[in-house]
Nanobody
Framework: VQLQASGGGLVQAGGFLRLSCAASGRTFSSSTVAWFRQAPGKEREFVAAVRWSGGSTYYTDSVKGRFTISRDNAKNTVYLQMDSLKPEDTAVYYC???????????????????WGQGTLVTVSS
């Protein structure tokens, strides 16, 4: 399974970006797909996740109301719409997928079997 993340770039504070995560080699069916991010000098942290079956979504508190995770079954792709971006959102964003999810651990990196290569998001003040 390969995950391809794209859509990062440079944007001013208050702007928006949409990240995409496409899978090849396996469909996302029955999986949980998440976005994590890692800022320079910091640990990789959970941002958002979506359950492919049912579409339930989960967010870290700092992005609630600004970011929206969604899925497109036909394209086997997950999106992260990021609005009202802040400089503190600057990071490399990674998508990840897992098929053996424990919901109480949905924010833990160990729950995810496959990772994309990361896409850089830079928000200028």
């Amino acid at each position: 399974v390969q995950l391809q993340a794209s859509g990062g770039g440079l944007v001013q504070a208050g702007g928006f970006l949409r990240l995409s995560c496409a899978a090849s080699g396996r469909t996302f069916s029955s999986s949980t797909v998440a976005w994590f991010r890692q800022a320079p000098g910091k640990e990789r942290e959970f941002v958002a996740a979506v359950r492919w079956s049912g579409g339930s979504t989960y967010y870290t508190d700092s992005v609630k109301g600004r970011f929206t995770i969604s899925r497109d079954n036909a394209k086997n792709t997950v999106y992260l719409q990021m609005d009202s971006l802040k400089p503190e959102d600057t990071a490399v964003y990674y998508c990840a997928a897992g098929w053996r999810m424990i919901l109480t651990s949905i924010g833990r990196r160990e729950q995810y079997d496959y990772w994309g290569q990361g896409t850089l998001v830079t928000v200028s003040s």
